[in-house]
T-cell receptor, first 114, second 114 residues
């Protein structure tokens, strides 16, 4: 079974703080993704990475950055947290190749920015 | 661009009722289609998928058929249980190429009462 873990289930931070969300996978997958989930908006892609040190912007990258120094770990960074970044953050992974379309999700981190 | 439209809900049913959640998509070519489920407090899990026209995905009593002619992938279950209460997301990923992005619908909240 694919296992995707996220460093925290719940996080409370203050406006202006630097926030790190960590995601670790154990399946040697090339591709990793960060989404945020908001009521009425569904899931929106923030960034994804298709290899170590490689990244691409998703649909809503503003205010976020990412880091992929090792294949199994993909970090989402909020450089200066703001209240509009209060959300549920979901990490996902998928294998390489056109035949491996399924994305596997972690349990999510619910972030509250005060 | 690609898009997914699903009935917004919420949907409330009694146990053993028939379930349909409509999903239609816009995409070029032959995307792969997915239904993901999110149980309360958890991340998303793949429920079923179909990768080509007329394929039927099925799992846990749920079914969906890939209809190219109507660009639809409606989710059905003949007899729902209380444990099926969750949010259901329809999604697609484009065919071929290196674009591995999943495009999600906004989700449909299903509540099943005993």
């Amino acid at each position: 079974d694919v296992k995707v873990t996220q460093s925290s289930r719940y996080l409370v931070k203050r406006t202006g703080e630097k926030v790190f969300l960590e995601c670790v996978q154990d399946m040697d997958h090339e591709n990793m993704f960060w989404y945020r989930q908001d009521p009425g908006l569904g899931l929106r892609l923030i960034y994804f990475s298709y290899d170590v040190k490689m990244k691409e912007k998703g649909d809503i990258p503003e205010g976020y950055s990412v880091s992929r120094e090792k294949k199994e770990r993909f970090s989402l960074i909020l450089e200066s947290a703001s209240t509009n970044q209060t959300s549920m953050y979901l990490c996902a992974t998928r294998g390489g190749g056109a035949s491996q379309e399924t994305q596997y999700f972690g349990p999510g981190t619910r972030l509250l920015v005060l | 661009g690609n898009s997914v439209t699903q009935m917004e809900g919420p949907v409330t049913l009694s146990e053993e009722a028939f379930l349909t959640i409509n999903c239609t998509y816009t995409a070029t070519g032959y995307p792969s289609l997915f239904w993901y489920v999110q149980y309360p407090g958890e991340g998303l899990q793949l429920l079923l998928k179909a990768t080509k026209a007329d394929d039927k995905g099925s799992n846990k009593g749920f079914e969906a058929t890939y209809r190219k002619e109507t660009t639809s992938f409606h989710l059905e279950k003949g007899s729902v249980q209380v444990s099926d209460s969750a949010v259901y997301f329809c999604a697609l990923t484009p065919s071929g190429g290196s674009n591995y992005k999943l495009t999600f619908g906004k989700g449909t909240l299903l509540t099943v009462n005993p």
